[in-house]
């Protein structure tokens, strides 16, 4: 090797040289990618660990301590010798528990049974001094009943015209399935069995057989038909209500729906849900896929504000000349909290910037301040906040790898920058989508009970109850109340006030 290098001119030594050179920078550009690579694999293997087996919560603590002050003094190497002393078992005995908040408050608007106890002495001559009353809060199940309802005949005189009698009987008041064994108060209480307390129907019906009723669940299948039939057009007002508002937030989440053409086989149909903040309304609709085609095709008359997260189906709106196109401040918030184990300094200052914007959003709410109010407070506190963290993650951006965590995290916010600070322009808008995220709780945790719709039907009547039930969730009205009301009142009630019946404008008791 060394008598070639020796016969070799000096052009070829430098060719040679700049040949290793390129060599050099080949493999450590290839070096550097596959170091990208392992690293992304890595925070992939990290997250699908924290889904499985982590915490879900996003919190963040700031590992700097802000405002704290040290102590005036030292602290001892060694703890001082105390002297033991007995405490008598009397003292022991009668010493409270400290912080205990003492016996739970019952609600004064429950019924009270009484139970008198005498001593088993003979008190025959006592005199009566008082009463020690204990109370317990105690609980007896849900009985069945039979409701009879007896409508007396009467006959009147003869007519002297046409020598016939004519009877007299009350009328039967409306029923929500006509000439049905089941009251209202059964059907709302399966209702919300399934939807609200999520009790698959096979679970109610074992409920039920404890009682020593036996109910087909075919049975209850048509029950449950007949109060979808009846409240459809409820639901097409609450709809109509729904999409007339000028602030939506939109999220989706899966439902597999049970295949007729395959034995034994699902198809991953989808809940798309539609929350009013204007009006704590909810609407969910069912739509066999998760295209574009289910909210284009509900939202085609939409005009206003519209709120989501930032999968690109919902990017077609921000076209739409009448919809403003809002982005959520919480989403971009979390691919920063992912990246803070692999890139901790930068990943901590955007989280500061974050908590800074939410802490203005908790001052606004704790002031209880108007909308206006809470306008001029964003423009003024948050919006300089803003422009100097959009300039940071530009700039973050163009250094970090683009298949890093902070790269991800900064590549997912710049081209949605716009839409993420369109909560400044008005101050009934929410800074993140969380409330309609709230309203698919519900949805999720039905769906890990009963597993599966049966059929796309199904899917529809299980939206149908999920708005109705997330709508009295959200202005605080007992679901069991409203719809055994609404059950009484619908067959009657006049087609143009339906609006009348909405959970949004029932008052019933608090849950």
Not at 77 to 87: A, L, S
Not at 126 to 132: A, F, P, Q
Not at 478 to 493: D, G
Request: one cysteine or more; glycine letters at 6%.
């Amino acid at each position: 090797m060394s008598k070639a290098l020796e016969n070799m001119t000096r052009e070829e030594l430098l060719q040679a040289a700049k040949n290793l050179e390129s060599e050099k920078q080949k493999l450590e550009s290839k070096a550097e990618k596959l170091e990208s690579k392992a690293e992304y694999l890595q925070f992939r293997i990290d997250q699908l660990n924290r889904l499985l087996f982590g915490a879900k919560r996003e919190r963040f603590i700031s590992s700097q301590t802000h405002g704290q002050m040290s102590l005036p003094f030292d602290l001892p190497d060694e703890e001082p010798e105390y002297e033991e002393t007995e405490v008598p078992s009397h003292k022991r005995r009668n010493k409270k528990r400290e912080n205990h908040p003492g016996r739970l408050p019952l609600p004064d608007h429950l019924p009270v049974e009484e139970t008198v106890l005498e001593p088993e002495e003979d008190t025959t001559g006592m005199k009566c001094i008082g009463k020690e009353v204990t109370d317990q809060l105690e609980y007896d199940p849900g009985k069945l009943f039979i409701k009879r309802i007896i409508r007396p005949k009467y006959i009147k005189d003869v007519d002297q015209e046409t020598e016939k009698c004519a009877g007299v009987i009350a009328e039967l008041p409306d029923f929500p399935i006509e000439k049905g064994i089941a009251g209202l108060g059964l059907l709302a209480q399966i209702m919300i069995n399934k939807f609200v307390d999520h009790l698959p129907i096979y679970r109610q019906i074992e409920m039920f057989k404890r009682e020593g009723v036996k109910i087909p669940s075919s049975t209850i299948n048509g029950w449950q038909e007949s109060v979808c039939t009846l409240l459809s057009p409820l639901y097409e007002t609450l709809r109509h209500r729904v999409l007339s508002q000028g602030y939506l937030q939109v999220d989706e989440t899966p439902l597999p729906v049970l295949d007729k053409s395959k034995k034994g086989k699902t198809h991953q149909g989808y809940h798309w849900v539609y929350h009013s903040p204007l009006e704590n309304t909810i609407l969910v609709d069912y739509r066999h896929g998760r295209s574009r085609e289910g909210p284009k095709i509900l939202l085609k008359d939409y005009k206003g504000y519209l709120q989501t997260d930032g999968y690109k189906v919902y990017d077609i709106f921000a076209k739409n000349p009448d919809i403003t196109h809002l982005n959520c401040m919480a989403h971009a918030r979390r691919g920063f909290e992912q990246a803070l184990d692999y890139d901790k300094t930068r990943a901590e200052y955007a989280m500061g910037s974050f908590q800074k914007l939410y802490a203005i959003e908790r001052l606004a709410k704790e002031e209880n301040m108007t909308p206006d109010q809470r306008k001029e407070l964003r423009l003024d506190k948050a919006l300089p906040i803003l422009n100097e963290f959009g300039k940071w993650i530009v700039e973050t951006y163009k250094t970090s790898l683009p298949k890093s965590p902070m790269g991800k995290a900064t590549a997912y916010c710049i081209p949605r920058w716009d839409n993420l600070i369109g909560y400044l322009y008005d101050g009934h808008l929410e800074i993140d989508n969380n409330l309609v995220e709230n309203a698919i709780r519900p949805i999720a945790l039905g769906r890990k009970n009963y597993l599966f719709a049966g059929s796309q039907r199904g899917a529809e009547r299980a939206a149908m109850f999920y708005s109705f039930f997330g709508t009295c969730k959200k202005n605080i009205v007992n679901p069991f109340e409203w719809l055994k009301s609404t059950l009484e009142r619908i067959p009657s009630h006049k087609a143009n006030k339906l609006h009348e019946l909405l959970p949004q404008n029932f008052t019933s008791p608090i849950c």
